[in-house]
T-cell receptor
Framework: GQSLEQPSEVTAVEGAIVQINCTYQ??????LSWYQQHDGGAPTFLSY????GLEETGRFSSFLSRSDSYGYLLLQELQMKDSASYFC???????????FGTGTKLQVIP | EAGVTQFPSHSVIEKGQTVTLRCDPI?????LYWYRRVMGKEIKFLLH????????ESGMPNNRFLAERTGGTYSTLKVQPAELEDSGVYFC????????????FGSGTRLTVV
């Protein structure tokens, strides 16, 4: 089986940087991905780390350490529109069933 | 390209009634998934279609839930009879047959059983 744990809530100030952590236990590992979901909206695929290290996509970066069974999503230059729930997930999707993390609700405040 | 479409967007039904949710995946996506998010908790897998065949239905809660995918195109998820604990947001997702490609989700159907 698989389980992915995240903090339930994080609050950060507009313009700041925030890190959302994810620790996982899996019987087989195919990489870590991240999804964003705004209230009432569809979860949206953000990023995927197949290997250790940092992947950068604009203001968002995602990091993976397979030896530590740990990853994080880093959001820079926070904007109010970044307020949403963020889920780590394994594997990213494709033809495979995805297990989602417990989800982190990010609130960006002025 | 059109995204994943789900309807209805909201449904409120009484306990014991039947509800059918529909999902139209992205054209050409063989993989179709149903997921559910209950009470703001994690998103839980329900089942996976490859074309018209059920690849994995291990997440279906019980036999009150029935999913079909006619001709490998759209899919329906029927709940009969509905119970209070079935309330939640039901998401459909579709994907290409590539392991490093994320899902495309629909906006979900918010089901409330009263």
């Amino acid at each position: 089986g698989q389980s992915l744990e995240q903090p339930s809530e994080v609050t950060a100030v507009e313009g700041a940087i925030v890190q959302i952590n994810c620790t996982y236990q899996t019987s087989g590992f195919y990489g870590l991905s991240w999804y964003q979901q705004h209230d009432g909206g569809a979860p949206t695929f953000l990023s995927y780390n197949a290997l250790d290290g940092l992947e950068e996509t604009g203001r968002f970066s995602s990091f993976l350490s397979r030896s530590d069974s740990y990853g994080y999503l880093l959001l820079q230059e926070l904007q109010m529109k970044d307020s949403a729930s963020y889920f780590c997930a394994c594997p990213p999707g494709g033809y495979q069933k995805v297990t989602f993390g417990t989800g982190t609700k990010l609130q960006v405040i002025p | 390209e059109a995204g994943v479409t789900q309807f209805p967007s909201h449904s409120v039904i009484e306990k014991g009634q039947t509800v059918t949710l529909r999902c139209d995946p992205i054209s050409g996506h063989d993989n179709l998934y149903w997921y559910r998010r209950v009470m703001g908790k994690e998103i839980k897998f329900l089942l996976h279609f490859v074309k018209e065949s059920k690849q994995d239905e291990s997440g279906m809660p019980n036999n009150r839930f029935l999913a079909e995918r006619t001709g490998g195109t759209y899919s329906t998820l029927k709940v009969q009879p509905a119970e209070l604990e079935d309330s939640g947001v039901y998401f459909c997702a579709s994907s290409q047959d590539r392991s490093n490609y994320g899902y495309t989700f629909g906006s979900g159907t918010r089901l409330t059983v009263v």
